[in-house]
Structure formats: C-alpha cells, structure tokens
C-alpha cells in the first residue's frame, strides 16, 4: 500500500499548488468523502464547503473555492478551480 497522495489545485492558467498528503476530505452532494492512497479512481464536483487536506507531517490545510472538480487516479488528486489564485 502507498503511504501518501499527490494533491494539486489547479486553476484555468497554472498549478497553483502542489503536495504530498496522507489524505483528502471534500463533500459532493452525496455526501462527505475521503481519499487515502489507493483510492479507486474517482470523479466529483465539490459543493462549496471546505476541502480539508492532511499532509504527510501531520498538518492540516484548508480550502474552500466556489466552484471545483476532484479527479482522483493513481495516487493523484487533482482539485480544479475556476478562480485565478496565486501561489497558495
């Protein structure tokens, strides 16, 4: 089993950022989710509520966009925003 997930955010002009985490909690209209390594391939969009994201240390970082789309596949998240943000 793999020990952690690559998480990317990515706007409509760039990667906005990159790293490597332990797991990822969203929610879709289904309901609350997450993602450890070895997810099977996934597909959402994300309401508007936070996107949580624990990194290998332990910490934990949030987000929340008004418009996104997880794609997950091979140990890769990939989070899409329609804002154009700098540097996180």
Known sequence: MTESIKVR???PV???????????????????????????????LIRKLPIHVV???????????ENAM???KDNVAVVYIQEELQQI
């Open 9 to 11: 955010i990515m706007s």
């Open 55 to 65: 990194l290998v240390d332990g910490t934990k970082k949030t987000f929340t966009f």
């Open 14 to 44: 760039a990667l906005v950022w990159e790293v490597d985490a332990r797991s990822l909690s969203a929610e879709n209209l289904e309901g609350p989710f997450d993602i450890l390594p070895d997810h099977a391939r996934f597909l959402s």
């Open 70 to 72: 997880l794609y997950f």
